[in-house]
């Protein structure tokens, strides 16, 4: 079956039942651990790359980035600049970046062993899975992806493969947040008793104005930027500034994802589930409300409210209006987490203080031993090491893509019930919601590319 095939039946089933991991020969895995250097590509060359993907990885010397790819050639330019100017310093070696605007040209290169995918969200399922059929192992910034039928088909196409696909929740690593695990290790090992209630807070985004149609800069395949979703006019704020690396205005924007719903929510809920052990499952009921722009470019979700209940009977709210972070409740006391110093380090875990990262109901909670015949948590120092550590060793990172996908799916429930304003009812072994084809119609969106034609391209 050719790719672009199997890639169509992945999708036309990816609303149903969870498929089984396929046995792979070791033929399609390839070499189980690349030459003494492991070989990147970065796919994507803005604010994310720059600031956070390209920085962590580099600092470690197993990896070498060769290849950056952008559909702004400007970027790409000023991507291969970055690496070298980053390379030479650190090693004072000089080093020439091979530079594509077509990813797929990239994933064509054999002496690339993985690749960072830093593109906005309706790209990431695409790309990470025209990797995977490529051989090459990912790193994929969250969230995983923008509908739950993407998520669905991108997992089961990593379990199939064999690659190791790791997803930028950088809050189940030590660096720089260990506070994370520490709450979710005391929560899942009863140190605040029957876990009853989990609390997210999520910041907010504001609407803008109305924007002009501009032309389009000679710098960007602006086309190519759309990728399958539909065609509107360009203009700088819908898509990314031409000046600077700050904030694009595409996160803003419904077509190309949802909100802070996913773009925090896939880091907090995917605490609360790490904390939950509801990682490979979801809510069986969800309600929630928000207020969405009725004019203006951008027009994902203001102030919002959403209600979950899981199997357990454990409630989730995720609301705007509480503090930025997750906070557990027991039967015998609470949790609160977020991001911030709370003087933890990997080596002494039990040294937290009470502070506003790291809290709880009585701060003995926080200094509690967890015994080694109790529940321990995954340990990973840092996100992408965790990631290059796996590519050698093929054994799965913190955070893979299944366990990532539930995250978001969660998250896009969420939204979906934000969108209708009403209760739903999920199954989350089949991943529909029960009786409601309105809201099963929010698992996919429609697309003028689908999956399989265009940009499913042999590489």
């Not at 969870?18 to 250097?37: E, F, M, Q, Y």
């Not at 077509?102 to 054999?110: A, F, K, M, T």
């Not at 987490?337 to 506003?356: F, I, K, L, Q, W």
């Not at 990532?404 to 199954?427: N, P, Y």
Request: proline share 7%.
């Amino acid at each position: 079956m050719k790719r672009r095939d199997c890639l169509k039946t992945t999708l036309a089933g990816a609303t149903g039942a969870l498929l089984a991991p396929a046995i792979v020969p070791a033929s399609v895995l390839g070499k189980d651990a690349p030459s003494s250097k492991i070989h990147v590509g970065q796919i994507g060359c803005g604010r994310i790359a720059r600031g956070h993907d390209l920085p962590e990885v580099m600092k470690y010397d197993v990896a070498r980035v060769v290849a950056v790819c952008d559909l702004d050639s400007k970027r790409v330019a000023e991507g291969k600049d970055f690496v070298e100017q980053a390379h030479a310093k650190a090693k004072g070696q000089t080093l020439d970046v091979a530079t594509h605007t077509d990813y797929r040209d990239l994933l064509r290169d054999p002496g690339i062993d993985a690749v960072v995918i830093s593109t906005p969200d309706h790209w990431h399922a695409q790309v990470a899975m025209e990797a995977a059929w490529a051989g090459k192992d990912i790193y994929l910034q969250k969230p995983l992806s923008l509908t739950i039928a993407e998520g669905r088909a991108l997992s089961d196409v990593i379990h199939r493969t064999g690659r190791i696909l790791q997803v930028g929740s950088q809050q189940r690593s030590a660096d720089p947040w260990p506070q994370f695990r520490r709450a979710c290790e005391l929560v899942r090992n009863g140190r605040i008793g029957e876990l009853q209630k989990v609390k997210i807070g999520l910041p907010g985004d504001p609407s803008g104005p109305e924007e002009q149609e501009m032309p389009v800069p000679e710098n960007l395949d602006y086309d190519a930027w759309l990728g399958s979703t539909p065609v509107v006019y360009y203009t700088e704020k819908r898509v990314h500034p031409q000046t600077d690396y700050s904030r694009p205005g595409w996160l803003r924007c419904e077509q190309f994802g949802a909100g802070m719903i996913t773009g925090w929510g896939a880091h907090h809920v995917d605490t609360a589930h790490w904390g939950m052990g509801t990682e490979y499952g979801g809510p069986v009921e969800i309600e929630g409300t928000a207020e969405f722009p009725t004019s203006g470019l951008w027009d994902v979700h203001g102030p919002f409210s959403v209600r979950a209940v899981y199997e357990s009977g454990v409630v989730m709210e995720i609301r705007g209006d509480l503090p930025n972070g997750v906070r557990f409740e027991g039967s015998e006391g609470w949790i609160f987490v977020a991001r911030g110093d709370v003087g933890v380090t990997s080596s002494d875990p039990t040294s937290a203080r009470n502070s506003e990262a790291l809290a709880a109901s009585d701060p003995r909670i926080l200094g509690s031993e967890i015994g080694p015949d109790e529940i321990q948590l995954y340990r990973s120092p840092e996100q992408h090491g965790n990631w290059l550590d796996c590519i050698r060793t093929r054994v799965q990172p913190v955070a893979p893509a299944e366990i990532a996908h539930r995250s978001c799916s969660a998250c896009l429930i969420a939204h979906t019930a934000m969108k209708l304003g009403r209760k739903l009812r999920w199954d989350p072994r089949r991943e529909r919601f029960e009786g409601d084809d309105e809201a099963n119609a929010h698992l996919s969106r429609p697309q003028r590319r689908p999956y399989g034609t265009d940009y499913a391209q042999e590489v």
